[in-house]
């Protein structure tokens, strides 16, 4: 039988800024800036050097993000010349993913939505790209999604279109 298909879980903008007040470390708001407000991986947020980003053009290169794809993505809004420094970032996977855990719990966001973890940054981002009318494939180039079909659990994560859709026709 196969397993059950989850939504994934996603941090709101509300959220988002929640675990940012509550970060002690300059390193940790960048990196959670970086996922969020650019829809990067962990890795991608790892793996990221100075020369990757265009502040003028307001672009980031990922090289050879997963599955050996490049990709351009937008640098987020709040994110400056002066963090240019702290990249590459010298912190671990493992420690990032332990800081994010830990920020949601001490804001009790943890206890609301226990399971989730650093991807979920990405996930809000995908989920805030859809709600604010982005067009799936548009969203899909800037997650490097190789299926559409992987971009669409965003929509299913947003059904408020579909209802109010629901509620004119009936």
């Avoid at 989850?6 to 675990?19: C, G, K, M, N, Q």
């Avoid at 993505?73 to 990249?87: A, I, S, T, W």
């Avoid at 969203?139 to 992987?150: F, V």
């Amino acid at each position: 039988m196969a397993r059950p298909k989850r939504l994934p879980v996603a941090v709101s903008e509300d959220e988002f800024f929640i675990i940012i007040k509550q970060c002690r470390k300059e390193t940790h708001k960048i990196a959670f800036l970086l996922a969020f407000g650019s829809g990067l991986r962990i890795s991608e947020v790892l793996k990221l050097e100075p020369k990757d980003i265009n502040m003028q053009e307001k672009k980031m290169f990922l090289r050879e993000a997963k599955g050996g794809k490049d990709r351009i993505v937008p640098v987020p809004k709040g994110f400056k010349q002066k963090h240019l420094k702290l990249l590459p970032m010298k912190i671990g996977c493992r420690a990032l993913e332990m800081a994010f855990r830990k920020y949601c719990d001490e804001t009790g966001i943890l206890k609301d939505k226990p399971g989730i973890h650093f991807h979920s940054l990405r996930h809000g981002f995908a989920t805030k790209c859809i709600e604010g009318g982005m067009k799936v494939p548009l969203l899909q180039m800037l997650l490097g999604h190789s299926k559409i079909d992987t971009t669409m659990i965003y929509v299913h994560l947003n059904p408020k279109d579909a209802l109010d859709k629901y509620q004119e026709v009936f």
